[in-house]
């Protein structure tokens, strides 16, 4: 059964939205995937008044122009990334360079006689104005830096408080300080990649061990932390705009293959213990190949540019039982203790993109851009614990395809876009037989219990789709003087498709006696029926931004937003008639009065279930979601040296729509647990405030700032049950009041109500790259405090006990006190042409939660784990060699270069009372003791790259 809900937007609808935004937003620009070129042309001391400018593209021929005003000044807005020779009437400067988001001053200095028009001022000193905090990645630095695996994000940790984690089983998460990794977005080519359905903010990085963009064809990047600009939506953390490459007037390829594999890698502490108990780590291997090809349709007017990569991975699995010193050798232990032994897990994707471009007129360009992904990843249910069965297939595919239209003419440019997505989210088992975990406990009850292993099939069996048409429209007026003004609008119409089940199987919770050796049930539950939610949401967006040069020395970046979703959780659900009567009849509960209803049980603990019952009208969209973002930079000399800046800003994102699926999906089982979202709508905001210098050391750039993010509004499931006192039972503190009344599970609220804020004070030392110097080398060191009111310490969908402790904040353990990060490439260092590069990361460790139940059952509290420190150092060393049909290049990375141990997890159970253990006084002998890796170890990995 589906539950379906559509709202179509009318092409009248959509069409008033689009001519309400240019009438009442005049000027826009793009600077999402563009960039601008700005200055003042003189002749002697004088202003050259009316003089044409052009800036020509190096790659394709492409042409910007415009015309300088009475004070000489110039602005071209919509450039594409890139290098750049500028023209001023028959005299031509030296090449200039562009990266994406860069605003540059190029002053130029006329030259009577002349056929080279001067740049004066320092190149590098260029883009220092501006109040977004963040980091631009190079070409060089993506092409040339070491990487395990070819995702282009995981050089994003080198901005401020950006964090690009790798678990062990090879799943990304990207975050920024104590945010919601759903609140990240990318931008590529000016197009918003957000997951709308799922975590990790990201179209397909949630639950992958892929990529989500072929590498070889992004040209750059740029990531924003904090104070972006009114274009950027969808987005209250970290926001990535990327480029990616194009065609040119010649023809260029290449083809690359990277190997790596377990004889060159080395082991890990875990598998050195799976190897002593006998149980090898199997011989496993990842590739990945890839091609490009761009060139010419028709030289200076046309271009087309190709890219495909391919990932395929059989990666290592022992399977070990835990906690084995616990277990007798009688009953079911000797069989189960059988289930262990090696295996792989395999990984195959397929990345494809299309890119054509054409000039149709001088001041006319169009560009459209095709991009499929396919991907299949067989994976354990849990990495160590799972047995051979206990796997699913998991698959994500997507596709894109999208349209733009350029159009620039008496300082006007406007961009047009057309855009279709289509991603498949598809984890899926056959399994039939039922999902067992096995545990143990120290003192034999089912109080304190630890897993064992894992038999069985996996429940997982869902599907996930988002479908969407985008249309969008950007317009730039730099017609007033020191003014650049920008303005859009955006309207999107997206389906949801949400259906299957994450129960297709009994889960079973079987506790193993400690002396007998047969197990006995903890705990079942039930599998769930497939159920689905089919619904359509439309999203508007309107942004006014003016970037105000007011003298030489201050700029002001003013801008206002405004997001609008209709539907965005489903609002035409209606729960379910046997779920609404429960909370009008008499509470059956002990010590509930006569005449008390469940529902006044609750409300005497702070819950009116009433804002949770959805009647198919009672639910409303947010409407208020105004997002105003003012920075500002100051020049204190004019010589762009030292420039100081500021912002605030308040930046809104959306909320998965899975959570639609979870409520109707329980709700759908008779008898079973209450799932109910709250009627009034919000979305997730964060207010950012940032200030900082940025300061030229000689051949450095220097940057010190603070910046701090509040979060609010976050989504969060949590325990809605009350006793018939308003209270929580006999429960710990730490616990909700599982159950409902009799004869249904557990009551679950869904509202808008987690925070989270950090603080980072960093400072940043960069060193960009010539030719003359031959190298390059950068650093960013952030000091961080991160909080969150999230019972579990992270940014986790559920906060089972909020209600419990209002005002209460945790420490993060998604943010780590001290991360230092240095990169560096040089291709002149080393004799014979060798290119060496580096990364070094360097950190305190990450904090985990401790649960200590040592003073009894009733009286768990949850203590600060401190990890051990981070320590990464990678290596790369290449050798180009060129011929007459192009050039070779021969890599060697070696990650982890000093093999360092850097864990991922630990174990954060204190245990119970009864028997001392450990510094609480709890009865685990193993409280503190790693149990995952956080990074990899050293590892070898060889390259080859044919180029012409």
Request: with cysteine; aromatic share 10%; hydrophobic share 35%.
């Amino acid at each position: 059964m589906k539950t379906a809900t559509r709202r179509t937007p009318t092409l009248s609808i959509m069409a008033a939205a689009l001519a309400a935004a240019l009438i009442v937003t005049p000027y826009a620009s793009a600077q999402l995937s563009t960039a601008t070129i700005q200055g003042q042309v003189t002749r002697g001391s004088a202003a050259a008044a009316g003089t044409p400018v052009v800036a020509v593209n190096q790659l394709n021929g492409y042409a910007y122009n415009a015309v300088t005003r009475a004070d000489g000044s110039y602005i071209l807005t919509g450039v594409a990334p890139g290098t750049y020779q500028i023209k001023v009437g028959d005299q031509t400067s030296e090449l200039v360079t562009l990266s994406v988001g860069q605003t540059s001053q190029v002053d130029l200095q006329l030259q009577d006689g002349m056929t080279q028009v001067v740049i004066t001022g320092s190149a590098t000193r260029r883009d220092v104005a501006g109040s977004e905090v963040g980091t631009s990645v190079s070409r060089q630095q993506i092409e040339k830096l070491p990487q395990v695996t070819r995702n282009f994000l995981s050089f994003a940790d080198l901005a401020p408080g950006v964090r690009f984690n790798v678990d062990q089983s090879g799943n990304v998460k990207l975050q920024s300080g104590a945010q919601n990794q759903d609140n990240v977005n990318v931008f590529i080519d000016g197009v918003s990649q957000k997951n709308n359905i799922l975590r990790g903010g990201i179209a397909g990085l949630d639950s992958s061990r892929g990529n989500p963009f072929p590498q070889s064809a992004v040209a750059e990047y740029k990531v924003i932390s904090q104070n972006y600009k009114a274009e950027y939506d969808q987005v209250s953390s970290a926001a990535i705009t990327a480029v990616t490459k194009s065609g040119g007037n010649e023809l260029h390829g290449d083809a690359f293959w990277d190997h790596t594999g377990t004889n060159v890698t080395a082991m890990d502490p875990f598998q050195k213990d799976a190897e002593r108990q006998g149980i090898g780590r199997p011989a496993s291997s990842q590739d990945q190949y890839g091609v490009t090809l761009g060139g010419p349709i028709v030289k200076d007017k046309a271009h087309y540019f190709f890219a495909y990569e391919g990932k395929k991975i059989d990666s290592p699995r022992q399977v070990i039982a835990q906690r084995t010193d616990l277990l007798p050798n009688a009953g079911i232990v000797p069989e189960l203790l059988k289930e262990q032994g090696a295996t792989v897990s395999s990984f195959k994707e397929d990345l494809f993109l299309l890119k054509l471009d054409t000039q149709l007129t001088e001041d006319q360009r169009v560009e459209a851009t095709a991009r499929i992904r396919r991907e299949t990843d067989v994976i354990p249910e849990d990495q160590k614990l799972s047995t051979a069965e206990n796997v699913l297939n998991r698959s994500n595919d997507e596709d894109r395809f999208d349209f733009k239209h350029e159009w620039n003419t008496h300082g006007f440019l406007n961009e047009a876009r057309l855009g279709y997505e289509k991603y498949t989210w598809n984890p899926h088992s056959t399994a039939t037989r039922p999902y067992i975990r096995y545990q143990v406990s120290p003192s034999n009850t089912d109080n304190n219990v630890v897993d064992v292993i894992i038999t069985g099939g996996s429940p997982n069996n869902q599907y996930r789709q988002q479908e969407g048409k985008l249309a969008q429209d950007d317009l730039t007026y730099t017609g007033f003087k020191g003014h650049t003004l920008k303005g859009g609008v955006k309207v999107k119409h997206i389906t949801y498709n949400l259906s299957g089940t994450a129960f297709a199987v009994d889960k079973l919770y079987e506790r193993i006696d400690t002396v007998t050796g047969q197990p006995s049930i903890i705990r079942t539950e039930p599998a769930v029926p497939a159920n689905g939610v089919d619904f359509s949401n439309n999203q508007y967006g309107l942004y006014l931004q003016d970037d105000w040069q007011y003298n030489d020395k201050l700029l002001l970046n003013l801008g206002l937003r405004y997001d609008y979703e209709d539907n965005m959780l489903n609002d035409h659900y209606v729960t379910p008639a046997d779920r609404v009567a429960i909370f009008d009849k008499q509470d059956p509960r002990d010590g509930a009065p006569a005449g008390q209803t469940y529902a006044q049980s609750l409300a005497k603990g702070g819950v009116n279930i009433k804002d949770y019952i959805s009647t198919g009208n009672s639910r409303k969209p947010f409407k208020n979601a105004w997002a105003p973002r003012l920075g500002l930079s100051y020049d204190l000399f004019g010589d762009r040296a030292s420039v100081l800046f500021a912002g605030w800003g308040r930046a809104y994102d959306r909320t998965i729509a899975n959570h639609a699926l979870d409520e109707a999906q329980k709700n759908a089982q008779s008898g079973g647990e209450i799932w109910m979202i709250r009627n009034d709508h919000k979305m997730a905001y964060t207010d950012q405030y940032s200030l900082g210098l940025r300061q030229a050391l000689g051949i450095w750039n220097g940057e010190v700032g603070y910046t701090n993010s509040r979060s609010h509004n976050q989504f969060n499931w949590f325990g809605g049950n009350r006793d018939p006192k308003g209270g929580w039972g006999t429960q710990s503190p730490i616990d909700p009041l599982f159950g409902s009344v009799p004869g249904f599970g557990t009551l679950v609220l869904g509202d808008f109500i987690t925070q989270a804020k950090t603080d980072n004070i960093y400072l940043k030392m960069d060193k960009p790259y010539t030719k003359s110097s031959t190298w390059s080398l950068g650093a960013t060191y952030t000091y961080s405090r991160g909080e969150t009111t999230n019972k579990e310490w992270t940014n986790d969908i559920f906060n089972w006990t909020y209600g419990r402790y209002p005002y209460a904040w945790n420490p993060s353990t998604d943010v780590e006190k001290h991360r230092l990060v240095v990169s560096g490439v040089s291709d002149g260092v080393l004799p014979w042409g060798l290119m060496l590069s580096g990364k070094v990361t360097l950190g305190s460790g990450l904090p985990y939660r401790i649960t200590d139940c040592s003073k009894g059952f009733a009286q768990c509290v949850s203590a600060k784990g401190e990890a051990n420190a981070f320590h990464q150092v990678d290596v790369g060393l290449a050798k180009d060699v060129g011929f007459r049909y192009g050039h070779v290049a021969l890599r060697l990375d070696v990650l982890n270069l000093f093999n360092s141990i850097n864990y991922g997890g630990y174990d954060g159970w204190a245990g119970g009372p009864g028997n001392p253990q450990n510094r609480f006084g709890g009865d685990n002998k193993n409280l503190g003791t790693p149990n995952s890796v956080g990074g990899p170890m050293r590892t070898l990995k060889f390259s080859a790259r044919y180029a012409f």
